[in-house]
């Protein structure tokens, strides 16, 4: 019962602990390979080069301030495809919650199951002891460089941020 309290406690206030290792602008973006919400494998690799890539972590599936953060992406995608960007966002939640939370909200972007935490922990958003990732969002340039890094995000203003950000950047 104390885990569960910790973890909401921690889902609600977004204080879940980001590790010293925290990727920044400039370095190369960790590559990886995860399943995601729409039966495929993502791999990193595959992305780089297409656009800009949008690799936002989150909590939890379906909680408060996820919700917002992903409906707010939802509400405006068609801005981010605009400006010539893909989204995945990743927790670590199974891509059945995935599945579930993409149908409940309408989400047209792609989750990507980090159920090891190997994503969360290459870019230093969680580490072995973490319940959920941090609320950090990365964007990744054509040349698998990591361009911007947001790691105070408000669900409320994320997707006006991201867009943003994207804009300065040029496709």
Known sequence: M?????VL?????????????LRKVGDRAPDFSAAASDGTTVKLKDVVGK??????????????GCTKEACGIRDTFDEFKGLNATVFGVSFDSVESHKKFIEKYK???VLLADTDKKIAKAYGVADDSSPAAARVTFIINKEGKIAFVH?????????????????????
Do not use: C, Q, R
Request: no cysteine; aromatic share 8%.
């Open 151 to 171: 790691a105070k995000v408000n669900p409320a203003t994320h997707a006006a941020e991201i867009k943003a950000a994207l804009a300065g950047l040029g496709d």
């Open 107 to 109: 989400l047209p972007f």
């Open 2 to 6: 104390k885990t569960l309290v910790t």
């Open 9 to 21: 406690t921690m889902l609600l206030t977004g204080s879940v602990v980001m590790s010293a290792d």
């Open 51 to 64: 656009g800009n890539i949008v690799l936002y972590f989150y909590p939890k599936d379906d909680t408060p």
